[in-house]
Each structure stands twice: as structure tokens, then as C-alpha cells.
């Protein structure tokens, strides 16, 4: 008897090809944003409110001005959409050395998660309608971060 020829037809088992499944999730690497014309910091007047990738940001932003947590935990610059902050300008609060709470009286940049309830922690009056989304930036935003914006705080735009 000879079934050899069978047994090597079986093992040529043909995989189906995946790599079209593969290219999907590598749509919005970070490492894909140009070097060149990086955005301004955005500078909202006080009362309104912008967005601003941390990439793009001061390296001293690190905390959230809503909730207190850090907004690059354990030092990194989080995944995409949660690179995205808001940002504002305002009197910050501060405690004084006798625990008192005090209003500084210069105007400064405040920090916070993508997320309306951290905004409203520190500025009960946050309307979405006070968001800027800055013209720089829309270059430099992500299918992720399109669809955070919409789902977190129904913002809808175009680029
Ligand atoms: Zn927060």
C-alpha cells in the first residue's frame, strides 16, 4: 500500500490570509504626526474652553484640574483619545499655609481628563457650547479622538 502521496497533500493545510485584518488597527499611530508645524498652545479666554493634545503641551501639564489625578499616569502620555485634554484659563484655588482656600489672583492655564465631569468638578458652568476645538489641531486628530469628542461631550466636527 502506499498513501504517502495522501498524507503530505494533507498537511499542506492553506491558512487563510489575515493581513488585511492587521492594517486596520494601525490607522492612528502617534508616531505618524509630522514633525513640522506643531500647534500653538491653545489659549482660551477665560470662560471658554479648548482642546489640546499633551504631545503639544507643556511638559509640566500633569495634572487634572477637575478630578486631581495625573493626566500622563506614571509619567506617559496616555493612548489616543485619551491624549486629548481640555484646557481653560482661570483664577486658580489654592490652599494657603493656614488651609485656607484662596483665589490666586493671576489668570493661568488649568488642565483636565476628556471628560465633561471633570471639567464640571472645577467649573460648574461648563457648557460644550464654550469648547473651541483649534484650527491648528484639527490636522492632528485621530479617528479616536473624533469619535471621543462626540461620544463624551457630542461634539461633532468636520476636518
Ligand atoms: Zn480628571
Same mark, same amino acid.
Given at each position: %500500500? ?33 514633525? %513640522? ?12 474652553? %479648548? ?17 486631581? /489625578? ?80 462626540? /461620544? ?8
Amino acid at each position: %500500500m502506499n498513501n504517502q502521496a495522501r498524507t503530505s497533500r494533507a498537511e499542506r493545510h492553506v491558512r487563510p490570509h489575515e493581513s488585511n485584518i492587521t492594517a486596520i488597527h494601525d490607522v492612528s499611530s502617534p508616531t505618524t504626526v509630522p514633525a %513640522m508645524s506643531i500647534p500653538a498652545q491653545p489659549k482660551p479666554a477665560p470662560g471658554l474652553f %479648548m482642546f489640546g493634545r499633551l504631545a503639544f503641551l507643556d511638559n509640566k501639564v500633569s495634572r487634572c484640574y477637575g478630578c486631581g /489625578e495625573a493626566l500622563k499616569p506614571g509619567g506617559s502620555i496616555p493612548d489616543p483619545p485619551d491624549d486629548l485634554v481640555v484646557t481653560t484659563r482661570l483664577n486658580r484655588l489654592y490652599y494657603n499655609q493656614d488651609g485656607q482656600l484662596q483665589t490666586s489672583p493671576r489668570i493661568s492655564s488649568v488642565y483636565f481628563h476628556l471628560n465633561p465631569q471633570c471639567v464640571r468638578a472645577a467649573c460648574p458652568l461648563f457648557a460644550v457650547t464654550s469648547c473651541q476645538i483649534p484650527n491648528d489641531l484639527v490636522s492632528f486628530l485621530s479617528l479616536q479622538h473624533q469619535k471621543a469628542l462626540l /461620544e463624551r461631550f457630542g461634539i461633532a466636527y468636520v476636518s
